[in-house]
């Protein structure tokens, strides 16, 4: 062997062991899979002078096709300088990297299973792939192995505490909705049984007093269908908020009348400035916003205690507060009311089960708004909620 040739074998070792000491170190800076994978077949790519490459995880169905199929199923690299001709390339591989030559390096775990594989495609030089590559890929697979099991393992953790955490949220809401239907559809049946199983016909003061409360406790199993119905789509992203410039009153008034029937005689002072301007919102998601919050002064203070709502531009934003005079919140709770599900703990069967100021939560922070709750300074609860007076959604 010549100098020149001696000379220039160990530069490329210097070089390949140069590439796999920055992928070792690279590997101990990410710690996402797919982080990982784009970080291996960059040094992958670098370490046997490739045009291009990717890399891939084993699924439950296997490695699919092709190459990945191949090693899969064979437990070593597959390596070829023909592609054009090769008969287990996935066609759609060669198109798209126009692979000419190229190789598979499987990665394996502790047990010799193949968990993940990466591939290179075409030489930039135009020269073949060697044995020495394919040796070179395979020290980088094991480089690689060890970070992407432990990326696989802390994946699996992640999906296993959010199946948990699904899994509470959907017991939890199947025992909210069970609870919060269950109230309504029972005032109704026991309103509409009153009339019709009456021993003797009823006076229309009384008959109508049963009717006016299956129609509140009708709107309000349609209001809370409704609202959790809006949530979904919006987490889902099916629907988007629908931004109109809104006069605060028109919204305030749309909430006070659906709560008509159980405002009855309630003090309530509006405060709402004439010069407030028009602000972008979804009427319908505010107004659900207000009545919400009406709907839980009303529970939780006594009904000669009047309700406050007011309106006004604080530093570029709508700033909208709903106050009462009643029990109030206690300082540990005033911001794990908006947890969905979460109940006082001197709450009462009738309260329910905490869905409204999650709600509320959700609608407003649609709209990029903020909400929060603090206590009242003469007693009760104050309900804070901003929105931008310019439309950012």
Known sequence: MSGNSTSSEAKRLECSLTALLRLSDRFNSIFDLDGLLDALVEQAIELTDAESGCAGLRTASGLGTGWPGWVLTN????????ALNDTVIAPEIRERFAVTSGMCIPILDGERSVIAYFEVYNKRSGAAFTQQDAENSLAAARIASLAIQNGILKRRVRRLRFLDELDRIHNALLAAISHEVRAPLAAI????????NAPVPLDRAHERQLLQTAEYEAKRLHRLMNNLLSVTRIQAGVSRVKL???????VAGAALEELQTSMQNRPV????????????MDFELIKQVLVNLFSNALKFSPADRPIRLGGQIVNGELEVIVADRGRGVPEEDLDRVFQKFHRLAESTPIDGLGLG???????VEAH??????EKNPGGGTIARFFLPVQATI
């Open 189 to 196: 049946t026991a309103a509409v049984t009153g009339i019709l």
């Open 357 to 363: 100021l999650s709600i509320c939560k959700e609608f």
């Open 244 to 250: 109109e410039p809104c006069d605060l009153s028109d």
């Open 269 to 280: 002072s509006v405060e709402i400035s004439l010069e407030l301007p028009l602000v972008p």
């Open 75 to 82: 437990g070593t690299f597959y390596l070829t300088n023909d």
């Open 368 to 373: 990029r708004g903020r909400i929060r709750l």
